[in-house]
């Protein structure tokens, strides 16, 4: 059975009656670009197979029935009103709806997902764009991809006070199978580039450490602070506006304290471009390098990265992989390794083997494909 199927199925036994749709949308990773978001740069993530799926149909008592295969009981609220746990994610989708104008009632969802929670892939994007699609599915509500996404990204930072870029959001909704996204945050201009991993050899893996991260904490929140502060000591809107070229002396004009982040941002924006050409010219190979240096500036200037995360790189890289970085928030989640798909098995014995002589918790490795963007299943 499908997971599709499963949620309909679910759904049914849950509140008795059919769903009117089923709607999912997927988990990402991100291929290179880390918290150039939250400063109005560049990134370029892919969207994952893992999926959440949201089956529902519409009530028209003005009530919220939110229900998960993953946790007890149904959480029954207003339409509008705030919601605890997990079922603050949908329920910050329809209030941020109300916000917006849009005439949304009352709804029975059910929520079913494959995305794994804590690993850095977007999870909590997958269900506010899932849901956020459902209610404009229900309710005839037409809104472009790119409305969902903003919509989606002010529900978490307004409602459930994550202070998130909108890069996830946005390559939930508008990523294509095979492609990778290259996206201006500022603008939400974006172009899909091409991402034949197969037929050139290579594999893209995900290494899971098993290490949860809280991107709601103080430590995300005190980055994003950082690079605003650096951006009003140079005087531009945000660090995106930096050359490359002037990074330099635009780093001797901050409190040293900030350099490390101003130096990440400028320079990963620059590595975005960069892989994005590769990418476009289908040099994928040589991809591999820019993740690694990626690696480093995250880990030493950004500091966001963990002894897992550390050591999932530096083995894939010994074992043979092209380039390998964390991917993400950080303080745990996944690493992303680019491998010669006849080497991908021994990387990924060779990350298990590092994590047990480590005495870490195993990890999980999987290949990312690049698959479909949100979209109605049922």
């Known amino acids: 059975m499908t997971t599709a199927a499963r949620a309909a199925t679910a759904f049914r036994a849950r509140y008795g ?24 740069g560049w990134v370029l993530p892919l969207a994952l197979p893992h999926a959440t799926y949201v089956a529902a149909r519409p009530r028209a008592d003005g009530v919220l ?28 989708v329809v209030r941020a709806l109300h916000e917006a104008g849009a ?14 929670t804590g690993a850095g ?25 790119e409305d969902i996404a903003r919509l989606a990204r002010h529900a978490e930072n307004a409602h459930v006070g994550v202070p998130c ?45 098993g290490v949860t991260h809280a991107v709601g904490a103080g430590e995300y929140a005190r980055r994003r602070d950082g690079c605003h502060e650096a951006a009003r000591a140079l005087g531009v809107r945000a660090l995106r506006d930096v050359p490359y070229e002037e990074l330099e002396p635009a780093t001797a004009a901050v409190p040293p304290r900030l ?18 050409a590769l990418l476009t010219a289908g040099d994928l190979r040589a991809v591999g390098p820019w993740l690694t240096a990626g690696h480093r500036s995250l880990r030493d200037g950004f500091r966001v990265s963990c002894p897992e995360l550390d050591l999932a790189v530096a083995a894939a890289c010994a074992a043979g992989a092209l380039g390998a970085r964390m991917t ?32 870490f918790r195993p990890p999980r490795v999987f290949p990312a494909v690049a698959a479909a963007g949100a979209r109605r299943v049922a």
């Open 259 to 276: 350099r490390g982040l101003l130096r990440h941002v400028v320079e990963e924006n620059r590595r975005v471009a960069a892989v994005a």
């Open 103 to 116: 005439a949304v009632g009352g709804a029975d969802l059910h929520v079913e997902s494959d995305v794994p």
């Open 17 to 40: 009656t059919g769903c009117a749709g089923v709607w999912a949308a997927p988990g990402r990773v991100n291929l290179i670009g880390e918290y150039t978001d939250l400063n109005e």
């Open 165 to 209: 870029g909108v890069m996830d959001q946005t390559a939930s909704a508008c990523c294509t199978e095979g492609h990778a996204l290259h996206l201006d945050t500022r603008h939400l201009t974006y172009r899909q580039l091409p991402l034949p991993l197969a037929a050139q050899g290579l594999r893209l893996l995900v290494v899971d450490t």
């Open 65 to 92: 029935h939110l229900h998960s295969a993953a946790a007890p009981g149904v959480v029954r609220v207003r339409a509008g009103d705030p919601a605890p746990g997990w079922a603050a994610y949908p329920a910050a």
């Open 328 to 359: 993400g928030a950080g303080f745990g989640g996944s690493a992303v390794v680019l491998v010669e798909e006849a080497g991908a098995d021994e990387v990924g014995r060779a990350v298990r083997d590092a994590f047990a002589t480590a005495g």
């Open 121 to 145: 892939l977007s999870s909590s994007a997958a269900l506010l764009v899932a849901t956020a699609l459902a209610l404009d599915g229900l309710y005839g509500l037409g809104l472009a991809r």
